[in-house]
Each structure stands twice: as structure tokens, then as C-alpha cells.
């Protein structure tokens, strides 16, 4: 079991720039995937980013590519989003979550993770 907590979401105006974190706790988080979600009112959780356990590769959503990076420090089991030049299209409940899959095809998916956080609100008022 792996339990995630997400951090760092809050209000910020168009073009600002926010970082989250998602603290693992429970099994050692080295041997998990991570990927950020995220969902807006009225609409499905879509994929952002994704890292593999070693951090040598990563994955975007074209919406973000360019300006949402992730990343993760395996020795503190924690997993970054660092988002700049933020929209107002941004706006969503953020999600963290781990995968224990090896396969990047399954990175894209909701349903290629096995843990879930809770969120975090990010707002970008423009």
C-alpha cells in the first residue's frame, strides 16, 4: 500500500506559477511510477505528466509541454510538478499518483495506476 499526499495547489493569476508535491508514504516509493492528473468541473481526469521510478524519463500532455515539468527525489518519496505560465485553462483539482507498471503506454491512463491522492485545487484567474 502506498499513500499519497498532495501539496501545494492554491490561487494564482494567469502566467504565474505554482509547484506541487505529492509526499509517498507506505512502500518504497522507488519502485512506482508517478504521474500528475487532473480534473476540471464537468469534466473527465486527464492525464499531465508522468515519471518513470528512476526518473530518467518523462511524459506530457501536449496542453502542458513546455511549461509543466516533473520530477521526483526518490531519497525524500516525493514527486514535483513544477507549472509556469499557468491559464486559466488550467484550473482543476491536481491529482498525484503512482503505478506500478513498467510499461510507459499505460502512463497515460487512469486506469495504469494502482494509488490515488487526495488532490489539491489549483485556480488561475486571469
Known amino acids: 500500500q502506498v499513500q499519497l499526499v498532495e501539496s501545494g495547489g492554491g490561487l494564482v493569476q494567469a502566467g504565474g506559477s505554482l509547484r506541487l508535491s505529492c509526499a509517498a508514504s507506505g512502500r518504497t516509493f522507488s519502485n512506482y511510477a508517478a504521474g500528475w492528473f487532473r480534473q476540471a468541473p464537468g469534466k473527465e481526469r486527464e492525464f499531465v505528466a508522468a515519471i518513470r521510478r528512476s526518473g530518467d524519463n518523462t511524459y506530457y500532455a501536449d496542453s502542458v509541454k513546455g511549461r509543466f515539468t516533473i520530477s521526483r527525489d526518490n531519497a525524500k518519496s516525493t514527486v514535483y510538478l513544477q507549472m509556469n505560465s499557468l491559464k486559466p485553462e488550467d484550473t482543476a483539482v491536481y491529482y498525484c499518483?503512482?503505478?506500478?507498471?513498467?510499461?510507459?503506454?499505460?502512463?497515460?491512463?487512469?486506469?495504469?495506476?494502482?494509488?490515488w491522492g487526495q488532490g489539491t485545487q489549483v485556480t488561475v484567474s486571469s
Open positions: 499518483a503512482a503505478s506500478t507498471s513498467e510499461y510507459s503506454g499505460n502512463y497515460y491512463h487512469t486506469a495504469g495506476y494502482n494509488y
